[in-house]
Every structure is written in structure tokens, then in C-alpha cells.
């Protein structure tokens, strides 16, 4: 299981970036994919997850709701996440993880120990 981030970049306060986490070489069908984030110093925190069943679920950090919005293309195969009115406490390196065998949450917050991760993506936010 290969996870390639991209779109990351410097952007000003208010504005947006989408993150894109491409799979390679297999689809996210029955997979958990989330979006999780981490600045230099500080423990890694979850941004918000999709879930790939019988139905398509998302979850989000209560923090996060309202300006991060997590999606994927038809085939699966690419979780974007949108981030709206960027802030400079935003600035991270963002990273996908997946796995096929956990949900998107456990014991009601979202569930942060995933088998594949990706190499991570800069996202700074400029004031």
C-alpha cells in the first residue's frame, strides 16, 4: 500500500489549498483514510477521515469542521482534503494514512493508529 500526497504550499492567512492522497496501485474501497497533521515539537493530530463502506462517511476534529472538507474522486483511488480560510496555526506537515481493517473513529474521536502512511506534505500559512 503506496500513499502519495501532494498540494501542499505557502499560502497567505485566508486562503485555501486542497491536499490530494493518491493510492497507488489499489483502490481505498473498505478503507479508512485520514488526514492527520503535525508541527515540529507537537504530537501528531487527526484532521478528519473518510470512510469507504456500504456508504461513504466523514468525520472531522470538532476544531476543523467548517473549513476542512474531505472528499474523493469516483474511483477512490484519491482523498482530497479542502482547507478554507487558512490560518497560520494551520501550518503543518499534512500526511494520509489508510488501513483496512479500523474505522474512522474509536471511542468517539478519530482513530490515529493506521497502517500506511504517506511521505507528508508542507502546508504554511503566511500572516
Known amino acids: 500500500v503506496r500513499l502519495v500526497e501532494s498540494g501542499g504550499g505557502l499560502v497567505q492567512a485566508g486562503g485555501s489549498l486542497r491536499l490530494s492522497c493518491a493510492a497507488s496501485?489499489?483502490?481505498?474501497?473498505?478503507?479508512?483514510v485520514t488526514w492527520f497533521r503535525q508541527v515540529p515539537g507537537k504530537e501528531r493530530e487527526a484532521v478528519s477521515c473518510?470512510?469507504?463502506?456500504?456508504?461513504?462517511?466523514?468525520y472531522y476534529e470538532d476544531s476543523m469542521k467548517g473549513r476542512f472538507t474531505i472528499t474523493s474522486d469516483g474511483a477512490k483511488t484519491t482523498v482530497y482534503l479542502r482547507m478554507t480560510t487558512l490560518k497560520p496555526e494551520d501550518t503543518a506537515v499534512y500526511s494520509c494514512?489508510?488501513?483496512?481493517?479500523?474505522?474512522?473513529?474509536?471511542?468517539?474521536?478519530?482513530?490515529?493508529?493506521?497502517?500506511?502512511w504517506g511521505q507528508g506534505t508542507q502546508v504554511t500559512i503566511l500572516s
Open positions: 494514512a489508510a488501513d483496512n481493517n479500523v474505522y474512522c473513529t474509536i471511542n468517539g474521536r478519530l482513530h490515529s493508529e493506521f497502517e500506511s
Open positions: 473518510i470512510y469507504f463502506g456500504v456508504r461513504t462517511l466523514t
Open positions: 496501485g489499489f483502490t481505498f474501497d473498505d478503507y479508512a
